[in-house]
């Protein structure tokens, strides 16, 4: 079975800065997505950026980027330019190729950005 | 486009009871998914339908936890009889089936409380 793992309960940053999110996962396949979502405090979950395994190019977003390093199975979230609205839970996911697989996430990363 | 539509937003009952949640999925998505996230937690699948179909359930706690998905559209996941452990956000996901429908799109949860 495929686990998530996020190293880092909570990370703070200051408004404006950039800040980086760590996550790694542990699966057998050769071909999955990996997925960041933000929740905020009222609960709706977020998708922020996707990366499909067998692209080596990093996923882009605005603001966001990932570092996707297929070999040591590390897939960290960098923020650039925080702002105040990036504050919320950020979600690593996990999610086999075959269409409909579940996705399997982390425990999560408590952000805060300080103005 | 609309997203997924979930009610209510919150319930409290007291152990023993029953309560049903609803989630009418984005117009079009064949698939559907109920995660349960406790407090402090990422969220837990608890089943996964396809069309009328349901994918993967091994994670229902079926001796009390019922779901259907009548017609392909919308899915109520009922609880019955609530325990204190049953207390969390119950959320719901849809998707499309195909190449490059990769991504679940959620909803803004029912927050359950079991006194």
């Known amino acids: 079975a495929q686990t998530v793992t996020q190293s880092q309960p909570e990370m703070s940053v200051q408004e404006a800065e950039t800040v980086t999110l760590s996550c790694t996962y542990d699966t057998s396949e050769s071909d999955y997505y990996l997925f960041w979502y933000k929740q905020p405090p009222s609960r709706q979950m977020i998708l922020v950026i996707r990366q499909e395994a067998y692209k080596q190019q990093n996923a882009t977003e605005n603001r966001f980027s990932v570092n996707f390093q297929k070999a040591a199975k590390s897939f960290s979230l960098k923020i650039s330019d925080s702002q105040l609205g990036d504050a919320a839970m950020y979600f690593c996911a996990y999610r086999s190729r075959g269409s409909g697989s579940r996705l399997t996430f982390g425990e999560g990363t408590q952000l805060t950005v300080n103005p | 486009e609309a997203g997924v539509a979930q009610s209510p937003r919150y319930k409290i009952i007291e152990k023993r009871q029953s309560v049903a949640f609803w989630c009418n999925p984005i117009?079009?998505?064949?698939?559907l998914y109920w995660y349960q996230q406790i407090l402090g937690q990422g969220p837990k699948l608890l089943i996964q339908f396809q069309n009328n179909g349901v994918v993967d359930d091994s994670q229902l706690p079926k001796d009390r936890f019922s779901a259907e998905r009548l017609k392909g559209v919308d899915s109520t996941l009922k609880i019955q009889p609530a325990k204190l452990e049953d207390s969390a956000v119950y959320l719901c996901?849809?998707?499309?089936?195909?190449?490059?429908?990769?991504?679940?799109?959620f909803g803004p949860g029912t927050r359950l409380t079991v006194l």
């Open positions: 996901a849809s998707s499309s089936i195909g190449p490059g429908t990769d991504t679940q799109y």
């Open positions: 117009s079009g998505h064949a698939t």
